[in-house]
Protein backbone atom coordinates (compact mmCIF):
# COMPACT_ATOMS: atom_id res chain seq x y z
CA UNK A 1 0.00 0.00 0.00
CA UNK A 2 1.50 3.23 -1.38
CA UNK A 3 1.01 6.48 0.68
CA UNK A 4 -0.80 9.73 -0.90
CA UNK A 5 2.80 11.28 -0.50
CA UNK A 6 4.52 10.45 -3.40
CA UNK A 7 7.92 10.39 -1.25
CA UNK A 8 6.45 7.72 1.34
CA UNK A 9 7.99 4.60 1.62
CA UNK A 10 5.87 1.28 1.91
CA UNK A 11 5.55 -0.34 5.09
CA UNK A 12 7.25 -3.28 4.42
CA UNK A 13 9.97 -1.54 1.48
CA UNK A 14 13.58 -1.39 2.58
CA UNK A 15 15.34 0.84 -0.13
CA UNK A 16 14.23 4.46 1.12
CA UNK A 17 16.79 4.63 4.44
CA UNK A 18 16.91 8.43 5.01
CA UNK A 19 15.37 11.89 3.43
CA UNK A 20 15.23 15.53 3.99
CA UNK A 21 12.29 16.51 5.09
CA UNK A 22 12.02 19.94 7.59
CA UNK A 23 14.38 22.86 5.94
CA UNK A 24 15.96 25.14 8.85
CA UNK A 25 13.17 27.59 8.91
CA UNK A 26 10.59 25.20 9.35
CA UNK A 27 12.69 23.59 12.36
CA UNK A 28 13.47 27.07 13.89
CA UNK A 29 10.13 28.05 13.91
CA UNK A 30 9.06 24.45 15.07
CA UNK A 31 11.26 25.37 18.41
CA UNK A 32 10.96 28.79 18.74
CA UNK A 33 6.93 28.18 18.96
CA UNK A 34 7.30 25.59 20.96
CA UNK A 35 9.51 28.07 23.73
CA UNK A 36 7.43 30.67 23.05
CA UNK A 37 4.27 29.04 24.05
CA UNK A 38 5.68 27.54 27.41
CA UNK A 39 6.35 31.07 28.71
CA UNK A 40 3.09 31.75 27.37
CA UNK A 41 1.29 29.30 29.60
CA UNK A 42 3.65 29.95 31.90
CA UNK A 43 2.89 33.72 31.93
CA UNK A 44 -0.75 33.30 31.21
CA UNK A 45 -1.66 31.03 34.50
CA UNK A 46 0.22 33.97 36.34
CA UNK A 47 -2.18 36.52 34.92
CA UNK A 48 -5.25 35.09 35.55
CA UNK A 49 -4.37 33.03 38.77
CA UNK A 50 -2.10 36.10 40.29
CA UNK A 51 -0.75 35.35 43.91
CA UNK A 52 -3.16 36.96 46.86
CA UNK A 53 -0.30 39.21 47.62
CA UNK A 54 3.20 40.30 47.57
CA UNK A 55 5.45 41.14 50.52
CA UNK A 56 6.58 45.10 50.92
CA UNK A 57 5.93 47.94 49.22
CA UNK A 58 4.18 47.50 46.09
CA UNK A 59 6.07 50.45 44.87
CA UNK A 60 8.91 47.78 45.40
CA UNK A 61 8.17 45.40 43.20
CA UNK A 62 7.35 44.97 39.97
CA UNK A 63 7.31 41.16 39.62
CA UNK A 64 3.46 41.18 37.84
CA UNK A 65 5.04 43.58 35.38
CA UNK A 66 7.85 41.58 34.41
CA UNK A 67 4.95 39.10 33.70
CA UNK A 68 3.53 40.53 31.59
CA UNK A 69 6.29 41.79 29.23
CA UNK A 70 7.28 38.69 29.33
CA UNK A 71 3.61 37.91 28.10
CA UNK A 72 3.12 40.51 25.69
CA UNK A 73 6.83 39.50 24.50
CA UNK A 74 6.45 35.71 23.56
CA UNK A 75 3.17 36.85 22.14
CA UNK A 76 4.42 38.82 19.57
CA UNK A 77 7.62 36.10 19.22
CA UNK A 78 4.98 33.74 18.11
CA UNK A 79 2.79 36.25 15.87
CA UNK A 80 5.89 37.12 14.12
CA UNK A 81 7.19 33.26 13.24
CA UNK A 82 3.70 32.88 12.46
CA UNK A 83 3.41 34.64 9.63
CA UNK A 84 7.30 33.89 8.56
CA UNK A 85 5.99 29.94 8.73
CA UNK A 86 2.71 31.01 6.68
CA UNK A 87 5.10 32.59 4.51
CA UNK A 88 7.83 29.29 4.15
CA UNK A 89 4.91 27.31 2.79
CA UNK A 90 4.84 29.72 -0.60
CA UNK A 91 8.66 29.11 -0.96
CA UNK A 92 9.89 25.41 0.70
CA UNK A 93 9.60 22.20 -0.53
CA UNK A 94 6.54 20.24 -0.17
CA UNK A 95 7.10 19.02 3.33
CA UNK A 96 6.82 22.95 4.65
CA UNK A 97 2.93 23.17 2.45
CA UNK A 98 1.71 20.07 4.79
CA UNK A 99 0.65 22.10 7.38
CA UNK A 100 -1.50 24.72 5.36
CA UNK A 101 -3.10 21.85 2.58
CA UNK A 102 -4.72 18.75 3.68
CA UNK A 103 -6.34 16.87 0.81
CA UNK A 104 -9.45 16.00 2.12
CA UNK A 105 -10.49 15.48 -1.34
CA UNK A 106 -8.21 12.04 -1.72
CA UNK A 107 -9.57 9.14 -0.76
CA UNK A 108 -6.81 7.75 -0.30
CA UNK A 109 -6.36 9.88 2.63
CA UNK A 110 -8.56 9.10 4.21
CA UNK A 111 -7.79 5.75 3.98
CA UNK A 112 -4.45 5.85 5.50
CA UNK A 113 -6.40 8.02 7.73
CA UNK A 114 -8.49 5.26 9.27
CA UNK A 115 -5.25 2.92 9.00
CA UNK A 116 -3.42 5.72 11.50
CA UNK A 117 -6.36 5.91 13.65
CA UNK A 118 -6.35 1.79 14.52
CA UNK A 119 -2.47 2.05 14.40
CA UNK A 120 -2.74 4.53 17.52
CA UNK A 121 -5.49 2.79 18.95
CA UNK A 122 -2.82 -0.43 18.57
CA UNK A 123 -5.51 -2.43 16.26
CA UNK A 124 -3.37 -2.06 13.38
CA UNK A 125 0.13 -4.39 13.05
CA UNK A 126 2.54 -2.64 10.92
CA UNK A 127 2.98 1.39 10.28
CA UNK A 128 2.36 2.92 7.43
CA UNK A 129 6.01 5.25 6.63
CA UNK A 130 5.96 8.77 5.72
CA UNK A 131 8.36 11.27 4.70
CA UNK A 132 6.27 14.05 6.11
CA UNK A 133 3.31 14.26 8.73
CA UNK A 134 1.06 10.74 8.39
CA UNK A 135 -2.51 12.24 7.99
CA UNK A 136 -3.60 11.90 11.15
CA UNK A 137 -0.34 14.14 12.69
CA UNK A 138 -1.49 16.48 9.73
CA UNK A 139 -5.00 16.76 10.56
CA UNK A 140 -4.13 17.98 13.86
CA UNK A 141 -1.41 19.86 12.70
CA UNK A 142 -3.44 22.02 10.83
CA UNK A 143 -6.94 22.29 11.75
CA UNK A 144 -5.76 22.21 15.78
CA UNK A 145 -2.32 23.54 16.67
CA UNK A 146 -2.34 26.51 13.44
CA UNK A 147 -6.32 27.24 14.06
CA UNK A 148 -6.02 27.52 17.29
CA UNK A 149 -2.58 29.38 17.72
CA UNK A 150 -3.94 32.16 15.37
CA UNK A 151 -7.03 32.31 17.31
CA UNK A 152 -4.79 33.14 19.94
CA UNK A 153 -2.54 35.49 18.24
CA UNK A 154 -6.38 37.22 17.37
CA UNK A 155 -7.93 37.00 20.82
CA UNK A 156 -4.65 37.88 22.78
CA UNK A 157 -3.72 41.18 20.47
CA UNK A 158 -7.42 41.72 20.76
CA UNK A 159 -7.03 41.89 25.05
CA UNK A 160 -3.70 43.94 24.13
CA UNK A 161 -5.36 46.37 22.21
CA UNK A 162 -7.74 47.27 25.13
CA UNK A 163 -4.48 48.10 27.25
CA UNK A 164 -2.53 50.17 24.29
CA UNK A 165 -5.78 52.18 24.07
CA UNK A 166 -8.08 53.37 20.65
CA UNK A 167 -5.74 54.15 17.84
CA UNK A 168 -2.95 51.55 18.67
CA UNK A 169 -1.77 49.26 16.21
CA UNK A 170 -3.67 46.28 18.27
CA UNK A 171 -7.22 47.92 18.71
CA UNK A 172 -7.07 48.62 15.13
CA UNK A 173 -6.08 45.40 13.99
CA UNK A 174 -8.07 43.24 16.14
CA UNK A 175 -10.41 45.26 18.10
CA UNK A 176 -13.25 43.68 16.13
CA UNK A 177 -13.19 40.57 17.82
CA UNK A 178 -14.24 41.42 20.98
CA UNK A 179 -17.65 42.73 19.44
CA UNK A 180 -17.55 39.62 17.54
CA UNK A 181 -17.61 37.32 20.34
CA UNK A 182 -19.39 39.23 22.62
CA UNK A 183 -17.58 41.20 25.32
CA UNK A 184 -14.01 41.84 27.04
CA UNK A 185 -14.71 38.92 29.42
CA UNK A 186 -16.05 36.06 26.77
CA UNK A 187 -12.74 37.34 24.77
CA UNK A 188 -10.65 36.46 27.82
CA UNK A 189 -13.05 33.12 28.80
CA UNK A 190 -12.20 31.98 25.15
CA UNK A 191 -8.31 33.03 25.48
CA UNK A 192 -8.05 30.90 28.39
CA UNK A 193 -10.10 27.83 26.75
CA UNK A 194 -7.13 28.01 23.85
CA UNK A 195 -4.94 27.49 26.29
CA UNK A 196 -6.07 24.32 27.65
CA UNK A 197 -6.38 23.30 23.83
CA UNK A 198 -2.45 24.21 23.38
CA UNK A 199 -1.30 21.97 26.42
CA UNK A 200 -3.78 19.05 25.89
CA UNK A 201 -2.39 19.08 22.00
CA UNK A 202 1.43 19.56 23.32
CA UNK A 203 0.59 16.59 25.71
CA UNK A 204 -1.02 14.01 22.94
CA UNK A 205 1.65 15.49 20.36
CA UNK A 206 4.70 14.44 22.65
CA UNK A 207 3.21 10.92 23.51
CA UNK A 208 2.52 10.55 19.69
CA UNK A 209 5.83 11.16 18.42
CA UNK A 210 8.18 9.49 20.89
CA UNK A 211 5.58 6.47 20.70
CA UNK A 212 5.92 6.96 17.14
CA UNK A 213 10.20 7.38 17.21
CA UNK A 214 9.98 3.61 19.49
CA UNK A 215 7.30 1.57 17.65
CA UNK A 216 7.15 2.70 13.56
CA UNK A 217 11.12 2.42 13.70
CA UNK A 218 11.25 6.21 11.57
CA UNK A 219 12.66 8.75 13.45
CA UNK A 220 10.56 11.55 14.53
CA UNK A 221 12.26 13.69 17.54
CA UNK A 222 15.20 13.97 16.15
CA UNK A 223 13.91 14.96 12.70
CA UNK A 224 13.46 18.48 14.11
CA UNK A 225 16.64 18.88 15.06
CA UNK A 226 18.85 17.07 11.77
CA UNK A 227 15.97 17.86 9.05
CA UNK A 228 16.19 14.12 8.13
CA UNK A 229 13.89 11.56 8.06
CA UNK A 230 15.64 8.15 8.94
CA UNK A 231 14.07 4.82 8.11
CA UNK A 232 14.84 1.69 10.02
CA UNK A 233 14.88 -1.97 9.18
Known amino acids: MLQYNELSADPNAQTLKSIYVYEAPVRLWYWVQALAMVVLVATGFLIAYPPPSIGGEASDSFLFGYVRFAHFAAGYVLAIVTVLRVYWAFVGNDYAKQLFVVPLWNRQYWREMWHEIRWYS ?16 QFFMCFVLMVTTLFMIATGFALYGEGTGEGSWAEVAF ?25 TFTMIHLYAAIREDITSRQSIMSTMVSGYRTFKD
Not at 125 to 134: S, V
Open 122 to 137: FAADKPLKYGGHNPLA
Open 175 to 199: GWVIPLLGDSQAVHTWHHLGTWIVI
